[in-house]
Nanobody
Framework: QVHLVESGGGLVQAGGSLRLSCAASGRTYSGYAMGWFRQAPGKERDTVAVISWSGSFTYYADSVKGRFTISRDNAKNTVYLQMNSLEPEDTAVYYC???????????????WGQGTQVTVSS
């Protein structure tokens, strides 16, 4: 079992930055790929970024390339999402998730956090 807790969300003006963190616990966390996903009201959950266990593979949605950076510190069991140049369109609940492989589809991830709200004002 893997337990995930996100933090770092909040309200920020357009052009600002936030860093989300996802703390993982559970003896089976080792070896899992991690991903960040987001869901805006009335919309489907979309993939934002994923990272392999080693960190050697990363993937970003086109809408966040060049602005967001996913990273992980396995010694701290924590995954991060650095978000720069935020836009109102980035407003959503952001979730982290763990899965056996670094896949793009949210359905590939079996463990999910509770989510953290990110609101970007114009």
């Amino acid at each position: 079992q893997v337990h995930l807790v996100e933090s770092g969300g909040g309200l920020v003006q357009a052009g600002g930055s936030l860093r989300l963190s996802c703390a993982a616990s559970g003896r089976t966390y080792s070896g899992y790929a991690m991903g960040w996903f987001r869901q805006a009201p009335g919309k489907e959950r979309d993939t934002v970024a994923v990272i392999s266990w080693s960190g050697s593979f990363t993937y970003y949605a086109d809408s966040v390339k060049g602005r967001f950076t996913i990273s992980r510190d396995n010694a701290k069991n924590t995954v991060y999402l650095q978000m720069n140049s935020l836009e109102p369109e980035d407003t959503a609940v952001y979730y982290c998730a763990a899965g056996p492989r670094a896949m793009m589809a949210p359905s590939s991830y079996g463990y999910w956090g509770q989510g953290t709200q990110v609101t970007v004002s114009s």
